[in-house]
């Protein structure tokens, strides 16, 4: 778009509330915003009236501007959310964070409820706890209930098979429904007063076991009554190491944030019932907007696929959107969610709190990037690259015999994972084993935009992977890219302790070489292993990253080919045969006799599985 064009656009914008994009030359979203005036935001872009940090770099870049209208600031609120999420804007503060906290959930509609560790909460009914944020705490937690309150723990194909109480049973940790040693409503019973305990409820709790208690007692119950003295024990002795850090009993998150220069680190601590549940360390952001921004676009993408929402979201500093953002959450919540910026008092400390974790976690980061610069420069240095390599991404290729052929990158920033660059890859064009026609498509795949370009291109291979990046760089006319190829090769081991007329063990050692374009011979980085380390490293998670996608495509695959043909074989059945036999060609194998002893299959469904074996010889081995 001309200037002439542009100029004419941003005077003619509309003055009511909505979302803008901003685009570069080519196409591309560089911004995303929102506003209640459009054509007053969108010229203080280009009357020098923005004083934030990236505007200098930003208006520049611009080459047309795209308004959508909407009829209240929350539905802009949240159509900017989503585009920025689908478009993930260069200027625009975006984080990915990877790591979803485990939380308990436990649904009292079933008839024999359970707890279970969830990572994902959905709106399904359900009563969620947590989040916690150390697996070890959440399964105490769980381990503590269970001691307590013996619910089932066994999954449901167990559940509905099982014939004779468990192991769990025997030693007093569970009250067996699955062999109706136990009606629904003692079940029950105890099922709300765990939720009572988990819920923060101890006092309430504790006066109704002791009334309970009291009146097994007096109707010599002794068994029971002994029963619900050692529970009240044991939730006394809980209730007493608890902290409480809050006067109310509200549930709350409270963010802190520390920054420096263009890079801040978020921390949020969780606070349920009163209680420090634990806290969330925040990907690091780098950008140059302000540090209100920043917190802005935070509690919009942290809280976008967010499900377990506080009622009350404690701040550091004042935001523009700060209604705005707590009418969207009461809306996502269904009740009512504060916003606030503590003063002072218990909450003010508790924001304080955060803050000191967030710069813990920020000095921690940057002492570990300190310690990785060094193996990064040294790198360069040995291979005598174009560049410090900041950022290096990684291929590898995972097949058996050409199936399931997958594709990963890895990439590292700093010389750390950088997981928000990971990228996998099902390979498409190539059939059969041929490693260097994978390779070929993963990399122009990936770089065929060549957008986004890493510092430093580590291929896991030798020389063959090696010339097969550099034709697909020299095709796409990328040239200021650093390769490298790192492959294992077995070399004699010399002892040095052989004295004269000894021999040599002749035991052979595998040992990493480097491989440069341009050079015969490869380079042994053994005599630096800082810098070899951090290569291997990245090639160990590389190959993590591919056969993980590898094996969870042949297990679908697995799934797929053999069972869900066959008619009467739903879901239930189908985890019932898998469990029983563990491996897919033993059940190929299986006659119908055999068949029938998997819980759940009977004469019919066990000659129906038996006939489509028969009839499907030429099914895939995996």
């Known amino acids: 778009m001309s200037t002439d064009l542009l100029k004419n656009k941003i005077n003619n914008a509309p003055k009511g509330i909505g979302v803008y994009l901003m685009r570069d030359k080519s196409g591309r979203v560089i911004y995303v915003g929102k506003a209640k005036n459009l054509r007053s935001r969108i010229r203080a872009y280009f009357g020098m009236k923005d004083s934030r940090p990236m505007i200098p770099f930003l208006v520049p870049k611009i080459c047309d501007v795209e308004f959508i209208m909407t009829d209240t600031e929350k539905e802009a609120l949240i159509l ?16 990915r964070d990877d790591k979803d ?50 619910m089932r723990t066994c999954k449901m194909v167990e559940f509905q098979t099982r014939s004779r109480p468990c192991i769990e049973y025997e030693i007093g940790r569970c009250l067996a429904p699955c062999c109706n040693l136990v009606d629904a409503e003692t079940y029950h019973e105890m099922v709300r007063d ?18 309970r208690m009291k009146t097994a007692a007096e109707k010599f119950r002794f068994e029971e009554a002994a029963r619900i003295r050692d529970m009240l024990r044991a939730i006394e002795q809980t209730l007493e190491k608890q902290k409480i850090m809050s006067m109310s009993s509200r549930d709350q998150d409270v963010f802190g944030l520390h920054r420096e220069k263009d890079l801040t680190q978020a921390c949020v601590i969780f606070i349920r019932k009163g209680r420090i549940m634990g806290s969330k360390r925040l990907p690091l952001i780098r950008a140059g907007a302000g540090s209100s921004e920043i917190l802005s676009s935070l509690l ?3 809280y976008n696929d967010e499900f377990l929402i506080p009622d009350e979201v404690l701040i550091p500093e004042k935001i523009e959107d700060r209604g705005v953002i707590a009418e969207w959450l009461t809306d996502k919540k269904g009740a009512s969610v504060s916003v606030e910026i503590p003063q002072k008092g218990k909450k003010k400390a508790l924001v304080e709190m955060a803050r000191q974790n967030a710069e813990n976690l920020f000095r921690t980061e940057r002492a570990s990037e300190q310690d990785h610069t060094s193996e990064i420069e040294s790198l360069a240095d040995l291979l005598r690259l174009k560049k410090v390599p900041r950022r290096i991404e990684c291929f590898d290729i995972s ?14 920033t700093g010389g750390m994972p950088d997981k928000s660059r990971y990228k996998r890859f099902r390979i498409r064009s190539v059939a059969g084993m ?17 957008e986004d370009l890493p510092d430093l291109i580590l291929v896991d291979g030798g020389k063959g992977q090696l010339n097969v990046a550099l034709t ?25 302790v052989c004295g004269p007329g000894r021999k040599s063990s002749g035991i052979l050692k595998k040992e990493d070489r480097v491989y440069l374009a341009g050079r015969k011979d490869p380079v042994y980085l053994s005599k630096h292993p800082a810098a070899l380390h951090l290569l291997q490293r990245i090639r160990d998670e590389a190959h993590r990253f591919a056969i993980s996608y590898y094996r969870k495509l042949k297990q679908k695959n697995d799934f797929r080919s053999i069972l869900d043909d066959i008619p009467g074989i739903g879901e239930i059945r189908k985890k019932a045969l898998l469990m029983h036999f563990q ?3 033993k059940m190929r194998g299986a006659s119908v006799e055999e068949l029938k002893e998997v819980p759940g299959i009977g004469g019919v469904a066990a000659e129906q599985i038996r006939k489509y074996f028969d009839e499907n010889p030429d099914i895939p081995e995996e």
């Open 583 to 585: 491996d897919a060609q």
């Open 472 to 496: 697909v760089l020299d095709e796409l006319g990328i040239g200021d890219v650093d390769v490298i190829g790192l492959a294992k090769e077995a070399r004699e081991a010399v002892p040095s």
């Open 399 to 412: 097949n058996v015999g050409g199936r399931h052929a997958v594709g990963s990158l890895a990439a590292f």
């Open 101 to 150: 906290y485990f939380n308990l959930r436990i649904d009292q509609r079933e008839p024999f409820p359970q707890f279970q560790l969830i990572r994902r909460p959905k709106k399904d009914g359900a009563t969620y706890f947590g989040p916690f944020s150390s697996s070890t705490a959440v399964k105490e937690t769980l381990h503590f209930i269970q001691r307590i309150f013996p």
């Open 300 to 302: 919009k993408r942290y």
């Open 80 to 95: 900017e959310n989503n585009l920025i999420k689908e478009h993930r804007p260069r200027y625009n503060v975006y984080f």
């Open 434 to 450: 041929d490693d260097y026609g994978m390779m070929y498509e993963v990399m122009k795949r990936r770089y065929s935009g060549r």
């Open 194 to 211: 765990a939720v009572s305990f988990m819920e923060g409820r101890g006092s309430k709790l504790k006066a109704d076991l002791r009334k």
